[in-house]
């Protein structure tokens, strides 16, 4: 019983250390409003969607919401291709595609989110910017960087020597395992020439 006298003591110290009850009526005032204080953020999954879906549109590419609790909230979004490309449902945030996207094209879309109330035009939450990625399907051929590779090699040569060296290259997304990796094959000669990987 004489620990819990001196602990209430201990928290009961500071009040009166302050001069009076009054401050410190007002400092747990204070303290009171910022507990109630609720914290407004953005929340969204991430943005993202396929190139070439060959779906009908439009495509649904995420959802854009905020915390804000208000009848009256409407979402808006802005920016190059917003309302254009892409257009959000005013009432749930889902975000939509208008047109089959190519990554080779365009792979990621920056936007702005925003959320207004609808009587008075007021925004309810700063703007926050997202990113729209386009993600890459394997659609592209590799394409040699020129129509025609010269080479010579003196006669008498020993097996394994330079003949010449041949480049191509693929448009599809090179972090997506597979998706741009480029294997070459000799299809006349090969009883006289072979090619590595390499080129």
Request: aromatic share 10%.
């Amino acid at each position: 019983m004489s620990h819990l006298i001196l602990l209430f003591s201990l928290f009961l110290a500071p009040a009166f250390a302050e001069g009076g009850s009054e401050k410190s009526t007002q400092n747990l005032c204070s303290n009171d409003v910022s507990h109630k204080r609720q914290k407004r953020d953005w929340i969204w999954n991430q943005m993202h969607i396929k190139e070439e879906i060959d779906t009908p549109l439009p495509h649904h590419v995420g959802k854009i919401t905020s915390s804000v609790r208000n009848n009256n909230a409407k979402y808006i979004i802005e920016g190059e291709y917003a309302n254009t490309i892409f257009k959000v449902e005013e009432t749930s945030g889902d975000v939509y595609a208008f047109e089959r996207l190519d990554r080779e094209k365009k792979a990621e879309y920056e936007l702005t989110a925003l959320i207004i109330d609808r009587t008075n035009n007021r925004s309810l939450e700063r703007p926050s910017k997202f990113i729209i990625k386009v993600y890459d399907i394997n659609d592209n051929a590799p394409v040699f960087v020129q129509k025609v590779f010269n080479g010579s090699v003196p006669e008498m040569s020993p097996v394994g020597t330079s003949v010449t060296k041949v480049t191509a290259v693929d448009a599809d997304d090179p972090t997506v395992s597979g998706h741009a990796t480029v294997t070459y094959q000799v299809t006349t000669g090969g009883e006289y020439f072979t090619i590595d990987d390499s080129g």
